[in-house]
């Protein structure tokens, strides 16, 4: 590599780590690790290769731009080896053969060095998810790559015997946990900026069972999806696209603040004629968190945001974002009756269960399409910002875990002390028939002054006692993004 990275891209403990490899038996610097845990916790992680060789660098490529790298914890017998290896996507594999940078902005193919053009822009780094005995990891601006579970060799994308046209693939499907099914889609399916949503229903074992292409209201971001009984629910987000925007050197996303918010709603078999688009007042829907039926009425539990929920590194039109700590979130659910409710919602159809301040909330796996108690989630308590010897501010994103007990109306957190940051957790049923949330909650945690990694283990139902394990990682882990629990039963030993 001839170059050195930009300023923007070598910020402490993000800067990239470029890493492949495996670390035997992590060391446990306190407690112990519970011995029945089995299974594999893995992240998808954007980790730059190269350095961009592009003028105007966007703040959503150095954030959410990187070539895809999944890291893999594995879990058992009281031990944890870890493995980490890039996604070998098409563009990884044309970039390591130039040994430099061939792609531009994120989701901007005009900045691309012209030898690239038509290839595939996907970096698979955004979240993991197993489904059919394929360990498979998306980014929502291409296809899903399929990952050995033990190696983490790429076995290319994944297509379902060539049955996804879609150029898009979500990386928030959902499973339907009773037939094993898959509920997929991609948005900007034909092309980036279209409005084309391509739906897919997958058989459990990734066999094409039903698909159907309708249109969104605008072109803009449709990152995660619900699931019920009888329908898939998508939420619109107010960050929209634009190709004219993207020609001239703009960035992929705007927020529009006075954009509704829109859910399209499909019932599972239905066709594109049954696709309704129900309007709600202005708000940034986060992820879902649980959806389902009650009385015929679908009850959608998401976290949303009063203002630009992706603040700083999407801005306004003029190129502004609110800062740090103004914009709130809060779990709400929405109840809608698809066959009697009119197009437009209203408050009346939306409960504030509870403030958040947190992002990618996590609930006992058992628990899903029916009504649940449980909530893990990363938060941030602003009051507990740090400052390094020079006084500048420690870069924190959430410095507390959160179990929120949605029946009682409690909350329980875990505050690691100063400078501390967390990464996306799992929640772990202690086992089959172990009550709802009763569990492990573990979660990767930051310490930027020290540029040092932990793994951390905690009992789900009393996270403020602090973890039952710590591990210290001889390895600086950046920012990541979503991280998935594999049970042991899928995944083979590795040593
Ligand atoms: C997100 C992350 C992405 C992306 C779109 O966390 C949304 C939200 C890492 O890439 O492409
Ligand atoms: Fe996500």
Known sequence: MTKAFPAMMTQGI???????????DLEVIEGEIPPSLDGLLVQAVPDQTFPPEIANLHLMTVAAGGDGSVRAFRIKNGHVDFRTRYVRTERFLLERAARRSLFGNYRDPFSDDPSVEGKSRTTANTALFYHGGRLLSAKEDGLAYEIDPTTLE???PWTSDGAITSKTFTAHPKIDPNTGQLFAFGYAAKGETTRDIAYYV???SGRLEHEVWFEAPRSAMIHDCALTQNYMIFPVMPITSDMDRLRSGGPHFIYEADMPQYFGIIPRMGNADEVRW???????????VNAWEEDGKILLDLLEADGNGFAPVVQ??????????????????WTIDYHANPDELTEAHRTVLTPVGGEGAH???????????????????????????NGRPVPV????LSHFDLADGTRDDWFPGPATTFQDPVFVPRSADAPEGDGFVIALLNRPLERRSELVILESLNLSAGPVARLSLPLRMRLGIHSTWVDGAHVAEWF
Do not use: W
């Open 316 to 333: 306004d039109s003029d190129g502004n974002a609110p800062p740090p700590g103004t914009v709130q979130n809060a779990l709400v659910r």
């Open 14 to 24: 993000d800067e990239p780590c470029r890493f492949e490899g495996e670390v035997f």
């Open 202 to 204: 997958f058989d459990a």
């Open 397 to 400: 994103l959430f410095n507390q």
């Open 363 to 389: 609930i006992d796996p058992r628990r899903e399409m029916q009504e649940y108690r449980h909530m893990f989630v990363p938060t941030l308590d602003p009051s507990k910002l740090s400052t390094d010897v």
């Open 154 to 156: 790429t076995h290319g």
């Open 278 to 288: 129900f309007k709600a007042p202005s708000a940034f829907p986060g992820h879902t």
